[in-house]
């Protein structure tokens, strides 16, 4: 990594989606719609990240490894194999503490990048993740109510 983190906004790809015929030109694997923060306005999506904030988002599968070449994650989830990009991976790696600590860490590793540019695309993130279920955001409600 270069001196402060990479702002590539984390990304999830199927990796078992069908390639594109080539006569389509070149357009990538299907990659599924986001749930993204960008429609709402800024107090919206500051109210959105605030709330996130508090979680502890957990992995919803134990079935991942990671590329120790590329040091990416894949994940198996309902059939599919989703593919991280190394933002994504490293966040999936230290998934456990809560949004906030984890971006503490962050912060504390990153000090010369934007803590607002990584709050958000963390979050869009794991509303990503958790709306193919990837990942829980709120772990502690779903075992409240078993």
Known sequence: ?????????????????????????????R??????????????QEA?????????PE?????????KQTGTISVMRYGFQWQFNPTASLLWKRLGPTLKE???EFQKEYPESDPKEIRFLTVEFLLHAASHGLVELYPDVLEESK
């Open 1 to 29: 990594m270069t001196k402060g983190m990479k702002t590539e906004a984390p990304s999830v790809t199927d990796a078992s989606a069908p390639e594109y015929p080539e006569d389509v030109g070149a357009m990538p694997k």
């Open 59 to 67: 992995r919803a599968t134990d079935i991942w490894y990671e590329d």
């Open 31 to 44: 990659t599924p719609g986001t749930a993204s923060l960008a429609p709402f306005v800024p107090k919206l």
């Open 48 to 56: 959105i990240i605030e709330a996130v904030l508090d979680t502890r």
């Open 102 to 104: 984890i971006l503490a």
